[in-house]
C-alpha cells in the first residue's frame, strides 16, 4: 500500500482502539513521523488531509518544512528528537511543539529563546521511563520536581509528558509510569505510542501517538 492508504490504515486503526479502551472518537490524535523522508514522499500524506507531523532533527526539518508550510495552511510540526541548546534559536522558530525538554540547560535556552523570538511553542517534557543511559529524558523521580521548575521559575507552560520506552521491554508498564507522573504534575497531555504499540498506548491514556513507518515505510539512514 501506498502513504495514503496506510494513513487511513492507521487512523482505523486509532478509532478501533479508541473505542476498545472507551475513549471518546477523536480523543487521540496522530502525529505522523516524517524524519528521513523527503518534501515529495509527505505531500500526499498532506493531501490525504494530515496536518500533524514530527521530525527528530532540526536540520532535517528546516531542509523541507518551510516550504511545505507554505503550500499548505494549518500544519503543526512537533520536534520528537533529543534538542542540543545549540538548535535551540532554530527550534523555536520552526517547530509548533518541542516534546524533548529534558534538562535544566535546555529549559532556560528554551525558555529564553521564546522570549526572544515572541514564539511560544507547546512543550512536553520528556521522561527516561527505562532509565537507559543512551536515551535522553528526564529521570521519573525526577519529573514532578523538574515540571514544578519549569513553570515556577521559567514560566513554561509545560503541556505533557512524552517517553520513548525500551524497544526490548513491555510497554504497558511505562506508558502506565507515565500516565502516573502526568497525573501527579496536573498534565493531561500524553505522547506515547509508536508503529508497534500505538494502540497499546491508546488502552493507557495516550493523548498523541507517533507513528511514521507504518505510514511511510521502511527508513533508509543512508540518506
Not at 104 to 112: F, G, L, P, S, V
Not at 173 to 201: I, N, Q, R, V
Amino acid at each position: 500500500m501506498n502513504a495514503r492508504d496506510n494513513l487511513t490504515t492507521v487512523l482505523d486503526a486509532i478509532a478501533k482502539a479508541e473505542a476498545d479502551a472507551g475513549r471518546a472518537t477523536n480523543s487521540v490524535r496522530l502525529v505522523a513521523v516524517s524524519k528521513t523522508h523527503d518534501a515529495d514522499a509527505i505531500r500526499p500524506v498532506i493531501e490525504a488531509g494530515q496536518r500533524v507531523f514530527g521530525e527528530n532533527r532540526v536540520q532535517e526539518a528546516q531542509g523541507k518544512w518551510p516550504g511545505l508550510k507554505e503550500e499548505t495552511a494549518g500544519i503543526e510540526l512537533h520536534l520528537i528528537g533529543p534538542l542540543q541548546s545549540n538548535k535551540a534559536e532554530d527550534a523555536v522558530a520552526l517547530f509548533d511543539v518541542i516534546e524533548t525538554i529534558d534538562r535544566e540547560k535546555i529549559a532556560r535556552t528554551i525558555a529564553r529563546e521564546m522570549e526572544k523570538q515572541g514564539r511560544k511553542p507547546k512543550l512536553y517534557v520528556q521522561v527516561n521511563t527505562g532509565g537507559e543511559e543512551q536515551k535522553a529524558g528526564i529521570a521519573p523521580e525526577e519529573t514532578v520536581s523538574f515540571v514544578g521548575f519549569c513553570r515556577d521559575e521559567l514560566g513554561l507552560a509545560i503541556e505533557g509528558l512524552m517517553c520513548i520506552p525500551p524497544v526490548d521491554e513491555n510497554p504497558g508498564p511505562h506508558f502506565a509510569l507515565l500516565a502516573k507522573l502526568a497525573g501527579e504534575c496536573g498534565l493531561e497531555k500524553l505522547s506515547m505510542g509508536m508503529s508497534g504499540d500505538y494502540e497499546t498506548a491508546i488502552a493507557f491514556g495516550a493523548t498523541e501517538v507517533r507513528v511514521g513507518s507504518a505510514i511511510f515505510g521502511a527508513r533508509d539512514y543512508s540518506v
